[in-house]
């Protein structure tokens, strides 16, 4: 597929969404245009909840992207489904074992650590103990990354080309910063945050730079 499709992509995203923020940096990587169609978690209990919106993701959850006359939801889903049909400005090695590693650190940051801090179970851990709570796992996961990034990492997760992996780590930094998570003891995730934070694919994409970033946080 060539991936010249003359509708433009629609993104349903959330600012300050973690999982949104990968399938923009990703975009934005592989420039390729897109709108946003902002979806607030809170107004009103969470617009996700809405039937119209459910309608778009049954799992009532950010990112949704309508693209190429289809609607994907998940953001590691997507993120492949850019990589397989939009393969200028790779996102992906192209070595077996390096292809490997960059899905590793996917894996453990999208399924072992963000969903155990995302909204909905913060809520149910309760409003005294979610600060605790996210820093626990995020600190367990933040562990095994700087594990696997201490021999996979170049200048960045994995060698001295921006992959996938890169597109989930930032937007869990800022998790653990939002925590007040203790970063000292992870310094390849620390140096690789800061080689990544000019870049103006990840500038573009970060939560202040959005249209639906309030007046008060955005820069």
């Known amino acids: 597929m060539s991936g010249n499709n003359k509708e433009k992509p629609v993104l349903y995203s959330y600012w300050r969404s973690s999982c949104s923020w990968r399938v923009r940096i990703a975009l934005n990587l592989k420039e390729i245009p897109y709108d946003i169609k902002a979806v607030s978690l809170i107004k009103g209990g969470g617009e996700q909840h809405c039937n119209e919106y459910r309608e778009v993701n049954p799992m009532e959850q950010v990112p949704s992207l309508c693209i190429d006359g289809h609607t994907l939801i998940e953001s590691l889903s997507i993120m492949h489904y850019l990589e397989e049909t939009r393969p200028q ?36 851990v309760g409003e005294e103990k979610k600060k605790e709570w996210a820093q626990h796992w995020i600190m367990r996961g933040f562990r095994a990354v700087e594990k696997l990034l201490s021999a996979s990492a170049g200048k960045y997760c994995v060698g001295d080309e921006i992959t996938l992996a890169d597109c989930c780590l930032v937007p869990q930094v800022f998790n653990a910063r939002r925590f007040h998570v203790d970063l000292r003891p992870f310094p390849i995730i620390l140096r690789i945050d800061r080689e990544l934070e000019n870049h103006p694919a990840f500038r573009a994409a970060h939560p202040s730079s959005q249209p639906d970033c309030p007046p008060e946080v955005a820069k």
């Open 89 to 124: 400005r790779p996102l992906m090695p192209q070595d077996c074992i390096k292809r490997a590693k960059v899905r590793e650190i996917c894996e453990v940051i999208s399924s072992g650590i963000q969903p155990l801090q995302n909204l909905i179970v913060l809520i149910y």
